[in-house]
């Protein structure tokens, strides 16, 4: 099965492996909403790490970097349902609610949710839908479901209205300590700059005064010298940590080493 399924176009996602996989980069855009049908899910952020096994069902805010880890168990191929809850559906529920949110929100960026009848019957709503992908279903399914999973949030934890209808751009944040720790997902510098809390032209010139290089130069020589690190200190195999610094392949992780140092990271000997 092709992994993700789309369900409901931007909307609902079916996940389905037989076998592990680890993303580098998932690039959050709205909060979403995962309920964990069977094997181990990791996610990994800046700030933490979560993980969830068969069952559980995780709220995740926007606007966040994670490395993804999907691993089957015995007998158990991994799945799970993803629900995006875009910002323009929740707009229009807070209009319909008369919902507003005067703080921005700054509570845990991530939140495992209690058990839940209402939700895992909310859950087993969407099933049909995942056991017949090929159906054509309609955009306004997909906004109705949307409506229904975030009621159901409230209805479970009221608390989660500032979570949900905080629509407050990302604030400005500080740029030097967010690169030291994100360098090495790849994403788009447009991406750095949304992150940020910056227009791109801010970011670039904002990036400039701190580090005194432009972000693709500096990414760059950061995640190579951190590569370095890692093979002469770590004792890290090249194959092992291309993709976790960034790198799209293992060749231009190569190419891109020995131009820098004079030696292929087959041939770095500490």
């Known amino acids: 099965m092709t992994n993700p399924t789309v369900i409901?176009?931007?909307v609902i996602f079916f996940s389905f492996l037989s076998d592990r996989r680890k993303e580098k980069v998932g690039f959050f855009e709205h909060?979403?909403?995962?309920?964990?049908v069977a094997g181990h899910f990791k996610m990994e952020t800046a700030s933490e790490t979560i993980t969830m096994t068969k069952g559980d069902m995780l709220l995740i805010r926007k606007n966040q970097l994670g490395e993804l880890t999907k691993t089957p168990l015995p007998n158990e191929a991994y799945q799970t349902i993803v629900i995006i809850l875009q910002e323009d559906l929740l707009r229009q529920i807070a209009l319909e609610s008369n919902f507003s949110v005067e703080n921005k929100y700054t509570g845990p960026l991530n939140i495992i949710l209690p058990k839940n009848d209402f939700l895992y019957?909310?859950?087993q709503s969407v099933m049909p839908y995942v056991r017949h992908p090929n159906e054509r279903l309609e955009t306004a399914l997909g906004s109705l479901k949307v409506k229904e999973a975030a009621q159901l949030l409230l209805h479970v934890l009221p608390e989660l209205k500032d979570f949900l209808f905080d629509f407050s751009e990302p604030?400005?944040?500080d740029l030097e300590r967010f690169m030291m720790s994100n360098?090495?997902?790849?994403i788009p510098i447009e991406k750095f700059a949304q992150l940020t809390g910056r227009s791109l032209a801010a970011f670039k010139r904002d990036f400039q005064k701190v580090f005194g290089a432009s972000p693709r130069q500096w990414l760059q020589e950061k995640r190579l010298t951190e590569a370095r690190h890692l093979i002469e200190h770590k004792n890290k195999k090249p194959s092992a940590i291309y993709l976790d610094l960034g790198f799209e392949s293992l060749s231009h992780f190569s190419h891109s080493f020995k131009k820098k140092f004079g030696k292929a990271p087959t041939e770095w000997v500490s």
């Open 121 to 123: 019957g909310y859950f």
């Open 31 to 36: 909060n979403t909403l995962v309920l964990q």
């Open 171 to 173: 604030h400005k944040i």
């Open 183 to 186: 360098f090495h997902f790849n």
């Open 8 to 10: 409901i176009p931007n």
